[in-house]
């Protein structure tokens, strides 16, 4: 019987970490340390607490070894605790008051129209990250919405989970998940239109940059 590509790869990698070898868990760091690093900074946005995070989710990683059925790939096995240990470290920090999101949602006058201009956004969050130029502006306009918001849309459109594993990571519903990354989205609208109309005259492509409210990853 014919192994499954991926797991055939992988194999020799998982039977020395079940064995505890020290050898396959270096390997194990050297090959998603970066990705998982990344992902964390994302979350925390804090180097110190997201390397701590990393660190955490490795010992998590290699304690559960055992229990991974290999149904996934390891690299996403591995994404799902590192995203898991940062979620935790955002829960744990001290509550703070978040900012109210009602000003950077679209308007309706007494007609149900909109009371101010709607930019139409073509290109989703996370292809404008691939891009250099642009990369900046949205990591910085991510950064300023409320943390609820922020880290629903880094799940779904950054991170690229699906609403019900966001549902479940955040302790939350699909629905109202759903509810959050659409309101996430018209706020990122809102303050990337802001980003653009400062900087309109930086960049020829600046008109052309943005972020869909209603695109995203497409999925349930």
Known sequence: MNLDPVMDESAPLLAGLRRGDDHAFASLVR???GRMLATARRLLRD???????VQEAFVSAARAIDGFAGDSKLSTWLHRIVVNTALMRLRSRR????EPIDDLLPRF???GHHAEG???W???SDVLLE??????????????LPERYRTVILLRDIEEMDTEETAHSIGSTPNAVKIRLHRARQALRT????ELGRSEHASDDAPALAVSADQGRRRA
């Open 31 to 33: 090959q998603h340390g």
């Open 47 to 53: 180097d110190d607490e997201a390397e701590d995070a």
């Open 95 to 98: 509550r703070r008051r978040e």
């Open 109 to 111: 006058d007494a007609d």
């Open 118 to 120: 709607v930019v139409g």
């Open 122 to 124: 073509e290109t989703p």
């Open 131 to 144: 891009r250099r130029q642009t990369r900046a502006m949205v990591r910085r306009c991510i950064d300023e």
């Open 191 to 194: 303050l990337l239109a802001r």
